[in-house]
């Protein structure tokens, strides 16, 4: 489903990811292992289109992914699971949940499509997130 090939990343004064191949199947789990900086999250962030590639390329389906932002992999049918239970300490679970795809309305958060878009997840994970975070 999605391979990425000769990725690279650079921050200044450092290589964080160099010549970099992976590749994962619909519905593969994958877990990336290596020491602290061995550069997992940033490959990640690149592919989540958090970073920007300073080389290499993506495929989605086969077909060259232009990634520039984490909406860009989303209408892409990727979805990431961050380091940090929170993404946005004072937004609740399902907040953090629907951020960067809030569903609306005239131009207004549709919280009633938020709140089944969240119940939606927790029956196909089997989590639950509780009342008081919704």
Same mark, same amino acid.
């Given at each position: &489903?999605?391979? +990425?090939?000769?990725?690279?990343? #650079?921050?200044? $004064?450092?290589? /964080? ?6 590749? !994962? ?24 289109? &958090?970073?920007? +590639?300073?080389?290499?390329?993506? #495929?989605?389906? $086969?077909?060259? /992914? ?6 860009? !992999? ?39 499509? /938020? ?20």
């Amino acid at each position: &489903m999605v391979s +990425m090939a000769g990725v690279r990343k #650079e921050f200044p $004064g450092v290589v /964080a990811v160099d010549n970099v191949d992976f590749s !994962a199947r619909r519905g593969e789990v994958m877990g990336l292992l290596g020491e602290n900086g061995a550069g997992k999250s940033t490959l990640m962030n690149l592919l989540y289109g &958090m970073y920007k +590639m300073d080389a290499g390329a993506v #495929e989605v389906d $086969g077909k060259q /992914a232009k990634i520039r932002s984490s909406r860009d !992999a989303i209408g892409l049918g990727l979805g990431m699971v961050h380091q940090s239970f929170t993404l946005v300490p004072n937004l609740t679970v399902a907040e953090n949940i629907i951020l960067g795809s809030e569903p609306s309305r005239g131009g207004v958060l549709d919280w009633a499509e /938020a709140r089944r878009r969240v119940s939606e997840l927790e029956d196909r994970t089997g989590l639950k997130i509780g009342e008081d975070q919704l």
